[in-house]
Nanobody, 126 residues
Framework: QVQLVESGGGLVQAGDSLRLSCGVS????????MAWFRQAPGKEREFVAY????????DYADSVKGRFTISRDNAKNTAYLQMNSLKPEDTAVYYC???????????????????WGQGTQVTVSS
């Protein structure tokens, strides 16, 4: 049973930084493509960032490009989302997700993932 557990969320001020972590248990992180999504109150869950299993290609939503960085440490079975220059509009519950190598669905959509974490709240005050 693969489990993903996010941590690192919190309440910060605009301009601050946070680093979210996503611990993977029950399998090896190197076998998955990893992503972060977020869901603000009253809105649909949206794609934030993706990192392929070979750590070669990273992709970001336009709204976070240049401010957020996705990374992974396969030895620690953990993925990360470094968030800099946070804005109030970044306030949301952040979810990590993992996709198996044979999942060829679009990594921009929820259907492209096989496993999800429970989410961690990020609140950015102005």
């Amino acid at each position: 049973q693969v489990q993903l557990v996010e941590s690192g969320g919190g309440l910060v001020q605009a301009g601050d930084s946070l680093r979210l972590s996503c611990g993977v248990s029950g399998s090896t992180l190197s076998s998955y493509g990893m992503a972060w999504f977020r869901q603000a109150p009253g809105k649909e869950r949206e794609f934030v960032a993706y990192l392929a299993w070979r750590n070669i290609n990273a992709d970001y939503a336009d709204s976070v490009k240049g401010r957020f960085t996705i990374s992974r440490d396969n030895a620690k079975n953990t993925a990360y989302l470094q968030m800099n220059s946070l804005k109030p509009e970044d306030t949301a519950v952040y979810y990590c997700a993992a996709r198996l190598l044979h999942n060829f669905g679009s990594y921009y959509t929820e259907r492209g993932y096989d496993f999800w974490g429970q989410g961690t709240q990020v609140t950015v005050s102005s």
